[in-house]
């Protein structure tokens, strides 16, 4: 071999010498910048609160506001903010609000608003927003239906019973689809609310953006009254007519 051989032959062995390094250079670059994206994103973070008609908490986010595929969409955007409204509208028994209009449908809110009542004594609170992983989302211009893997167990009477982080990493939930409407002025607020399957139906709810209102409602304390969406105070139902409501909402299932 000529030394003008060997000597292409080692440039040969340098070029790809350097080419892999150069893509491995790439690939940790690429890697290293995912994973501070994934750790920013995980990273703690608190909502102000909203003062108001309603006072909305702030909300503290031990590991961010989420990471999945369907965080930017506007339709889930506005879905994650109306849950924020409707657990504090549920934690102050008051759903008349101009914030909570903007939100949510009339029919919606009055449904709410009988439910909160019918559990007002002793009042079952909400640590912050319901929890849940976001399914499938099919939409147009105008509505939406975001189906969600949802909490199950999220309200309660006393702090000590208050879930945590753990029991949303490989626990299960509810299959329920979010009916979605875009508004006039071209706001999006949540219409109604399904069971996706049967009620009975579990989800994997692993990975579910959990936040905690800060302060923490007043747990064990009742709530004096329950107002409406349109301000009046909201009588409960009797223990007769919540059971014909029911038998009532299976029949409507089975047909």
């Known amino acids: 071999m000529t030394s003008v051989q060997r000597q292409r032959r080692t440039d040969a062995r340098d070029s790809r010498g350097r080419w892999f390094l150069a893509a491995l250079v790439v690939v940790l670059m690429v890697v290293g910048t995912g994973l501070w994206r994934h750790q920013r994103a995980r990273a703690p973070v608190s909502d102000p609160p909203i003062t108001g008609e309603l006072h909305v908490p702030s909300v503290y986010w031990p590991e961010g506001r989420g990471t999945g595929r369907w965080d930017r969409d ?52 909400m640590p912050g927003p319901r929890p849940f992983v976001v399914l499938e989302v099919r939409s147009d211009a105008d509505t939406a239906h975001v189906r969600v893997c949802s909490a199950w167990s999220w309200t309660t009477t006393e702090e000590e019973y208050v879930s945590q982080l753990d029991e949303f990493r490989s626990g299960s939930g509810s299959d329920v689809t979010w009916e979605l409407e875009r508004r006039p002025d071209g706001t999006r607020r949540v219409v109604d609310v399904t069971f996706t399957g049967d009620i009975h139906d579990r989800c994997p709810i692993a990975g579910a953006v959990v936040g905690y209102f800060d302060p923490a409602p007043p747990y064990g304390e009742p709530l004096d009254a ?16 919540r059971l014909l409501d029911g038998f009532a909402r299976l029949l409507e299932e089975e047909s």
């Open 74 to 125: 506007p339709w889930v955007i506005a879905l994650r903010h109306a849950q924020v409204l409707r657990a504090a509208a549920n934690n102050q028994g008051d759903y008349s609000s101009e914030l909570l209009a903007e939100a949510f449908s009339v029919e919606f809110l009055r449904r709410d608003a009988r439910d909160t009542a019918e559990s007002a004594d002793p009042a079952y609170y």
């Open 226 to 241: 329950v107002l409406g969406p349109d301000g009046r105070v909201v009588e409960p139902r009797s223990l007769q007519e």
